[in-house]
């Protein structure tokens, strides 16, 4: 089935109005952002709102700013622009990183932070990032706002905890001096979703890793990253045996499953390798800086 069912449209001008109009047409409604992961669902009448509320023409959903000592990204900021950032990439360069093989141009002009988030796909490489750095999800409803920390927000594949009524606004990433951060990713090919994917940032003070952060996807990690890996990690020096020990502690705690981009040896395996690869390169970013 190539053709969505029929389906009533609204264009909001702002989040009071756009929150109106979802609670003005119930559990059916839906936000539609870039339209690249729900417009296909349609297609394929895996979803079928009756009401699509655009959000794309309200201003405030967009952009990227440092607010205190945190970074603030827009649930309406395009892949593209996070690529592009300046701010980003002083603080946190994975998102170049992870960015640079996220779909194809022409996805990421138009994908947003908040749709791929919001989508909760268990290969999502953004939901990863989100999770590593220990993100947090602020969304509006019509009694105000609610911020939800990353690692609670996703309640399992294609679920998140944004209700009926609620519109994920923004991301909000801590500052974190002296952090290194990187992202791996082994993909099939050019664009294409992640067989896996690690992203973490590491702080090196004094030859101890004191803070850290691992994000997985693809893997079938719980919330998209590996507590039981920064454990194994956090308190150390950043040793080679040190950071393997906790890529193993990271791949022991994901779930792979099987499917056509590979077995859950292969996924185990570098869900490992990625995670250490990124690690070694965030150690000497930390202790570089
Ligand atoms: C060819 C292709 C390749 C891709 N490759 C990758 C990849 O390698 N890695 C990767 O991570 N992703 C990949 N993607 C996914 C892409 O990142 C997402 O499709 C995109 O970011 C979704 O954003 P959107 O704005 O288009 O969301 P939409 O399709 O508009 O929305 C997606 C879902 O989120 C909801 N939603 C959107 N915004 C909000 C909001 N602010 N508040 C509440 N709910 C909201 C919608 O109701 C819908 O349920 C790929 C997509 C395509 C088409």
Known sequence: MQTPAPVEYAKASSI???ISLLEQNGDESRVIAGGYSLLPMMKLRLARPDMLVDINGIAELSGIRIEGNEIVVGALTRHSEILSSAILFEHYPLFRQAEHVIADPIVRVRGTIGG??????????????????????????????????????????YDTVVAAGEILTEVR????????SAYEKVERRAGDW??????????????????AGIGLTAVGADHYCSPEGEAALIGKAPTEDNLAAAAKAASDSS???????????YKRHLASELTLRALRRAVNASQGA
């Open 16 to 18: 009071a109005e756009a």
């Open 116 to 157: 791929s988030m919001c989508q909760a796909d268990p290969a999502a490489d953004l939901s990863a990032i989100g999770s590593a750095l220990r993100g947090t999800a602020v969304i509006a409803n019509s009694g105000g706002t609610r911020t939800v920390p990353m690692r609670e927000f996703h309640t399992g594949p």
């Open 173 to 180: 990433f801590p500052i974190r001096p002296g952090a290194g």
């Open 194 to 211: 992640a067989v896996a994917s690690a992203g973490v940032f590491v702080v090196v003070s004094g030859g101890i890793v004191t803070d």
């Open 255 to 265: 779930n792979p499953y099987a499917d056509q981009r590979g077995p859950v040896d």
